[in-house]
């Protein structure tokens, strides 16, 4: 993804004019169509006023009139309502604590849709930290989810909410082989908790049995779990495996086989599902 994104503005804009209508729970979904400027209440205290000047997109935003943030989004190229149906600016309480937070715009593909997300902290103030594409918001509902496609695969994010309201990626689910995934849960830090090949399931936080396979017709050869360039045996057709984990490049899958449950990598075309 490629974003234009200039350092904070000292640009000021006076608030004025009365707080519009404010309802706690819903979902604004705005853009630029044939305005300057659009203002969204965030809560009956707090305004956001997002600015096209110059051809850049600006963010301020203000509590009981003064500004608490401040940020230039660069030239997404968005006019309201994207081709693929996204809305350039959309405006949720992800957090639960009672401010909407803002989640502008910054970047277009194919079938990618790019966020950049302004969070509201406890103490007032807010955190320019999230990045997500394709969002998904629920009102009422703290967290969301979003997706996106590399070449090949889409990956699927469920984003919750960690200390201090701050969002981050809880799990992210990646089609691996047409028809299997690998599901990565992390913590609050971004640190990788577990990873494991799942099947499908409409709920991506849906707990699901392990996934097993076989050796394909030609066998597989299985390498060290410590070295991949090292053949530690060889699988013959038919050989049950269980399905742990992929490698970095999807190109490899850590196996499970034999009565004492050993341990290897097998290549992924050398694996035929049930």
Known sequence: MQTNRAGLLALAITFAGGQA?????DIIESGFKEKAEQRIALSPTVE????????????????????????DFGKAGWNGTSETGMPQVIAVDVNGDGVKDLFVGVGQGMVNNYYM???????????????????VFTCGEQGFTGWYRSGPRGTDEVWAIGKGG???VQISRTVVDDHVFQRVDYDAQGKVVTRRIVPYAE?????????????????????????RQTEITRLAADTP???????????L????????????WVAIEDVAYE
């Open 253 to 264: 899958m850590l196996v499970e086989f034999g009565p004492d449950r050993k341990r290897g």
């Open 241 to 251: 495996l269980v399905l742990l984990e992929a490698d970095d490049t999807y190109s």
């Open 48 to 71: 956001a006023s997002l600015v096209q000047l110059a051809g850049e997109n600006l963010v301020y935003i203000y509590k009981n009139g003064e500004t608490v943030f401040s940020g």
């Open 117 to 135: 997300g302004m969070v509201s902290q406890p103490d007032g103030q807010w955190t320019q930290n999230v990045e997500v594409s394709n969002p």
């Open 203 to 227: 709920d991506i936080r849906t707990e699901t049995a392990p996934v097993t396979a076989k050796a394909a017709v030609g066998g597989a050869s299985v390498y060290s779990p410590d070295d």
């Open 21 to 25: 209508a404010f309802a706690e729970c």
């Open 166 to 168: 701050l969002p981050y």
